[in-house]
């Protein structure tokens, strides 16, 4: 689609060019330093002991033995961490309590001490030195299972929020939520067909590459450094200072290359123990986790149990729908199943809708955001039922889709009403995309599903200053995760007039740059784009004013047009224009050096929608699944940079792929996690996958000065859908479960058969 | 005007689905709910998001609300 800009009135120059990246080269030759790439002088290794139990009261916990060998230079547990710094403020606690077991370790994989050594061989042998004596605790890790009554409850401090009355009893439930508007039960019974069914999804690992990694260097005077892999620098510093009782502006946090995140970066893991290591051993600290403990440790997505209901009636008119989202949390509260409940029904256009959400604590790794946290599995069931009802009514299930697509004025299922959104062209956009109309063959099967997210702002900070020879610093305070540095700088030389390559984009540290929130809810090119333009008009005011200075005339009387000052009117015609090099090369003389900074809170993202395709092939004789075409159609707004809006697209589709098919925590019955590491946990890689085609649509979010949508997280709504379609259609069964694994969908076919 | 409660938020306001408020910020009316509805302090300490007219704000409390706006409460949520 053409871009868009009746809105803005605008004519890009260089916005929506695929230039090459600036991070690029670094990357591949590399030359990048990632969260595991920096050394100090004297730095120690530090290293975690870690639960082997599901739930277990720690007795008794004796690291003298570990402390006394030699080259240990700190060994820390729980009574090094006081929790008097936390404020009494519960979330803190929780945080606290997850970085190191506080008398009870409540996952397999809790940290229950640390140590920093000298080096990894004399860590190991101190961590086998620390003498732990459990009493192991009854344990729950299903979801369904811990909401029955005889469930063991894992917090005497946690009762369910949002049921009335109060309950006195505590629960692993912390919060009941329910969202709609109309009658379902009306709308039920104006349906001429009503299709219920439940469904469930495996936890996941966001399955970023690069493991938790830091480097920490604490000063007896207080001050500190973390160097460290993460989407949020700023939150970071916030927290560790926050739980360890540091001054925030004394702890410089500056963050590494990120070797993907996903929204595991999103939360501290080891960085706070870390601090505490280095402040105790008065030496820097580095810190990398094994793979093992990534997936033990730190924090994949919810495993989920949800139950929908659609009816419609026979001309394909949704009259009624509801779902109960039933998400496990981990080992502490989130609320997870209500953002679950919030997205369930998003892409439609319904009179009576009603969602209900309950968040449930298990004893698994606390549970963290991953990309459009808990939307792909509301998505896989409602997706899922939707293909049902249509198959139901003999209707072509994309066009069922368009019969009740959201659009401008529909109230959302989660409440608000919407402005301009994208889901109906993503659809009519799938529908007459060519992939519709291939023919498929033997045992192959298609489907589509739609996802939404909501999308964020937020506080968000820039700086542009300008060198001697009139290049350009632009430092942003998001971490780079997908690109941003290009699409950044791209929008900084639109902005300026100047070419692409004379700007160079940093990430900049807690201490150079005002706070920044981190980079989810997609909002690194749309906030940090926002400042950047607001940064750049500013840096513009003051080079007009040095050209004024320059050529002694009233500032009013200046213009800025492609990258250089002009002098505006016949009095001024013999003034050639002032490129920003030459007014650069003076700032000594027309008033100091030349910078355009901004800080502001970039609300208004707009929300985002998608439709995907997906053709498989399924063998029926060993129940394999080979994906053997896929297309992601999806509303950018604008695309800044369409390389690396497309990249997004495809990595989402990618991820939402492995997690359809292969991907999936597999807990035993003693509540120990057997597969944590790559053989045994599966994430797609580039054999396993065809090339995934892309489409951008360009709907204007009316909020940004270009029409800019968050593009990073809505990839990864759809494919569990799309994918559970397209299997079901293959084999002729409907499948319920992902991952859809060999095993399940030969149980399915044995199941159909007899 | 008319300020629509989601979700958890209607807890703090004996389970109503609405509630009158006259406010022209969304600062304003934070302060005036928490003043009608003690309970809703909770939920302000757990995050609480603002959309007018579909726009979405979560942080910015000056946010004028125009006269006759859709104003809908929902729970701050996170991002991956």
Redesign the interface.
Known sequence: MKQDTNFTNQEFRVIGTRVKRPDGIDKVTGRARYGADATAPGQLVGMFLRSPHAHARIKKLDVSRAEKLQGVKAVITSADLPDEHCGGDRELLNILENCMARGRALYDGHAVAAVAAVDATTAKKALKLIKIDYEKLPHVTDVDEAMQADAPVIHDWVYTVGVEPQPNKPSNVSMRAQFGHGDVEAGFKEADVIIEKSYKTGQTHQGYIEPHACLANMSPDGSGELWVTTQGHFAYRNTCAQILGLNMAKLKVTSSEIGGGFGGKTHVWIEPIALALSRKANRPVKVVMSREEVFRASGPTSSTSIDVKIGATKDGRITAATSECRYQGGAFPGTWALIGAMTSFAPYDLKNVQTVSYDVVCNRPKVAAYRAPSAPMAAFAVESTVDLVAQELGIDPIDFRILNAAKEGTQSSYGPVYGPIGIGPTLDAAKSHPHMKAKLGKNQGRGMACGFWFNFGGQTSTTINVAADGTVNLSVGTVDVGGSRASLSLICAEELGIPYEQVKAHIGDTAALAHNDMTDGSRGTFASGMATIVAARRTIEVLKQRAATAWEIPVEEVEWKDGCAHAVGEAHADKAPLSLAEIAANTENTGGPIAGHNEFVADGAGVSFASHICDVEVDPETGSTRVIRYTVIQDAGKAIHPDYVEGQFQGGAAQGIGWALNEEYIYGDDGRLQNPGFLDYRIPVCSDLPFIDTQILEIPNPNHPYGVRGVGETSIVPPLAAVANAVSNAVGVRMTQVPISPPRILAALDAESA | MQV?L???LR?AAG?QASVEVEASTIRELFRKLCEQYPGFQAHMDNGVAV?I????????WS?VIPEGA?V?L??R????
Do not use: H
């Open positions: 629509k989601t979700g958890p807890s389970g959309a007219n579909g726009d979405v704000f979560r942080d910015e946010t859709e809908f929902l729970p949520i996170q991002g991956g």
